[in-house]
């Protein structure tokens, strides 16, 4: 991140999604650099004299908005008209998002409107900047965007703040009048789309390798064979997720007495066996999710645009996330099934098999051990697996038809969200397996490799043997682990 006294400089082109994911993580400032500024200002003056040296009729700026496009607006009613537009696209519902998520809509939203090609006035992107600095944020619903005119109900709450008579006399400031396009500017656009995929992918990046970390405990104490991480396996196949998926496994694994040892079985099951071609393609997915959503942080996505040097304003469709949504829909499958095959090596390790008493308990009958924790897993697994169908191939006519085809891409964003979510508890009731079988494993004699000793000396919960110890009250405890260990640093990953 480039910074100025402490601040983070939200115009800069080499901005990546772990930029914007720490900075609101963080609660880092955010300044305008003098570059931003002139584009910004350059912008609007090109565009005030537009309007000003012409009787052109732009759309935005002196007409209706939609199928209203062909009403063209008397020049003494355009602040009424952007007023208008807020107040009535003010519309979300449901339940409010999550406040990391409205700061990451409200950063991109000003790093859009800091490119120079929204004609807005610097005096809003100001506003935007101070409200945000000062932690003012608005609340935004799950609810109302068809992502594809811009996310225009959650991006109409961010707007409706700048004309708010409460919410700018918490920073002692009259309310903005928006002028020409300045409405438009702020609704059209993919921020809340953005917002949850910038999440969500830095999100899945962890969970990847907690899913790797985690499933090496289950190598382990399931006694399983090392030949399937062999890099020559990985050598005749070079998917990329797969050779590293299989590099790290060995590297988490590398000194374990027991991964090394011979194993009389021939074979181990498809749910450890497969982990570098399972893992791994998820992992391909991760990463090519991630250089879609790393184009569209560095775009302009409101309409129509401002082209000063061209001398030209174009109404095009860069609000349209059809990209983001079919994207958003492929993460979706690629962490289900993270999550699906983790269900399935809970499976195992409760079995009864490989010296393992079954469900992971020494009184079997009498104690149920972690029986019902499968099925747990395996709920949460078949409801990611109802999520994942697909958002992005769905559309529904709107705006009298003027908008006849939309990417439903923010249902995308919210069904990844849950995804997401449910992999952490599903990976949590691995992980509460795993540490089960690696102390009742008797080859392992509650050992492994250096690395996973090292982990287990971090987990800070306990693991009870027996039924008088509600098995929910480990899975949340697991569950919370997950969310704030970093499980980057432990293992050494940039």
Do not use: W
Not at 142 to 148: D, F, I, K, P, V
Not at 370 to 392: D, E, R
């Amino acid at each position: 991140m480039k910074y100025r006294n402490n601040k983070f400089d939200i115009g800069r082109d080499d901005v990546s999604l772990l930029d914007i994911y720490k900075s609101a993580i963080q609660h880092q400032e955010v300044f305008l650099s003098q570059k931003t500024i002139s584009k910004i200002n350059n912008s609007r003056e090109y565009l005030e004299k537009k309007i000003i040296n012409t009787n052109e009729v732009v759309y935005g700026l002196n007409t209706g908005f939609g199928s209203l496009c062909n009403q063209k607006i008397d020049p003494l009613e355009i602040e009424d008209l952007q007023k208008n537009l807020v107040k009535s696209h003010h519309c979300g519902t449901g339940p409010n998002i999550p406040e990391l998520i409205v700061k990451i809509i409200v950063l991109l939203k000003i790093r859009s409107l800091s490119f120079g090609y929204s004609g807005i006035r610097i005096k809003v992107v100001d506003r935007l900047v101070m409200f945000y600095n000062q932690h003012i944020l608005p609340k935004i619903r799950e609810q109302g965007s068809l992502g594809a005119s811009g996310d225009l109900a959650p991006l109409a709450a961010v707007a409706d703040m700048l004309i708010s008579e409460s919410a700018n006399k918490k920073i002692n400031k009259k309310p903005i009048t928006l002028s020409f396009k300045e409405g438009l500017a702020l609704l059209n656009g993919t921020q809340f789309m953005s917002a949850y995929g910038v999440y969500c992918i830095v999100e899945a990046r962890k969970l990847y390798h907690f899913a790797n970390l985690i499933a090496c405990i289950s190598l382990d104490s399931f006694l399983c064979k090392n030949e399937s991480f062999n890099p020559l396996v990985s050598q005749v196949r070079a998917h990329y997720g797969q050779q590293y998926t299989a590099k790290e496994i060995l590297k988490i694994l590398n000194g374990s007495p027991t991964f090394q040892s011979d194993k009389k079985h021939v074979q181990d099951p498809y749910s450890f066996r497969c982990i570098p071609q399972v893992h791994g393609a998820s992992l391909d997915v991760i990463n090519h999710v991630d250089s879609i959503f790393q184009i569209e942080i560095n775009s302009v996505t409101d309409n129509p645009l401002i082209f000063s040097n061209q001398d030209k304003i174009l109404s095009g469709g860069n609000f349209h996330g059809q990209s983001l949504a079919m994207a958003m829909d492929y993460l979706a499958i690629a962490l289900s099934e993270l999550g699906n095959i983790s269900e399935r090596r809970v499976f195992q390790l409760i079995s009864g098999a490989r010296n393992l008493p079954v469900y992971l308990t020494e009184n079997p009958g009498l104690e149920s051990g972690l029986m019902i924790a499968q099925y747990t897993a395996a709920s949460i697994v078949s409801q990611n697996k109802q999520y994942c169908t697909p958002s992005s191939i769905d559309s529904i006519v709107s705006s009298n038809g003027q908008e006849d085809h939309v990417s439903m891409g923010a249902n995308s964003a919210l069904k990844l969200y849950k995804v997401l979510e449910n992999l952490k508890t599903i990976l949590s009731i691995e992980l509460l397996n795993s540490l089960y079988a690696i102390r009742l494993q008797k080859a392992c004699k509650g050992k492994s490799s250096p690395i996973i000793n090292k982990f287990i000396t971090k987990i800070n919960f306990s693991t009870h043997s027996g039924d008088n110890y509600p098995i929910h009250k480990e899975i949340d405890s697991s569950r919370d682990f997950i969310d704030k260990f970093d499980v980057l640093d432990f293992l050494n990953i940039s």
